[in-house]
T-cell receptor
Framework: GAVVSQHPSRVICKSGTSVKIECRSL??????MFWYRQFPKQSLMLMAT?????????EQGVEKDKFLINHASLTLSTLTVTSAHPEDSSFYIC????????????FGSGTRLTVV | GQNIDQPTEMTATEGAIVQINCTYQ??????LFWYQQHAGEAPTFLSY??LDGLEEKGRFSSFLSRSKGYSYLLLKELQMKDSASYLC??????????WGAGTKLIIKP
């Protein structure tokens, strides 16, 4: 089945630094990638939708200059949290849409970001 | 607006059956997903329904009624490892996933 590889799984960074999270679709081409954030005991919150070769579409309230998304190829999308602050600490998950019959969504394994 | 409702938490006994309900209101509809999420992990796919009726897959079954905007996930022969959050998500007319807040299922021995 479709696999999305997400790295790193855990990262601790200092306040003010930037962190890059990568998601790769391993056996399919992901024309669209979704980036989610999840706080403890809450559901997934869509941050942005990225399409290969074009600018990402950000959800209301998500700062596009803070959460930089790049989807330069059909198999790789990256999310960079710039100038991270403790309130950015969260679980970040990517998801790719495989264009098979049921428009299946495959999730990466998630990245636990802790900003200290 | 678009909305997904599901219970916040449910408790069941090992070996029993539990039904987790989900109601949805979306702009258009292209199917409904159920995902399982263990604490600290990403969601994993359980089922997808786009036609009315029951889809059975081992111990898990999912039901959809499009006219009622209603779905349920049925878990049989509950095991302790089934303790997790179960997320209901509907696909709207733009093929955007609208997520419910999740139902935390607690299994007791």
């Amino acid at each position: 089945g479709a696999v999305v590889s997400q790295h790193p799984s855990r990262v601790i960074c200092k306040s003010g630094t930037s962190v890059k999270i990568e998601c790769r679709s391993l056996d399919f081409q992901a024309t669209t990638m979704f980036w989610y954030r999840q706080f403890p005991k809450q559901s997934l919150m869509l941050m942005a939708t990225s399409n290969e070769g074009s600018k990402a579409t950000y959800e209301q309230g998500v700062e596009k200059d803070k959460f930089l998304i790049n989807h330069a190829s059909l198999t790789l999308s990256t999310l960079t949290v710039t100038s991270a602050h403790p309130e950015d600490s969260s679980f970040y998950i990517c998801s790719a849409r495989e264009l098979s019959g049921n428009y299946g969504y495959t999730f990466g394994s998630g990245t636990r970001l802790t900003v200290v | 607006g678009q909305n997904i409702d599901q219970p916040t938490e449910m408790t069941a006994t090992e070996g029993a059956i539990v039904q987790i309900n989900c109601t949805y209101q979306t702009s258009g509809f292209n199917g409904l997903f159920w995902y399982q999420q263990h604490a600290g992990e990403a969601p994993t796919f359980l089922s997808y329904n786009v036609l009315d009726g029951l889809e059975e897959k081992g111990r898990f079954s999912s039901f959809l009624s499009r006219s009622k905007g209603y779905s349920y996930l049925l878990l049989k022969e509950l095991q302790m490892k089934d303790s997790a959050s179960y997320l209901c998500a509907a696909l709207d007319s733009n093929y955007q996933l609208i997520w419910g807040a999740g139902t935390k299922l607690i299994i007791k021995p």
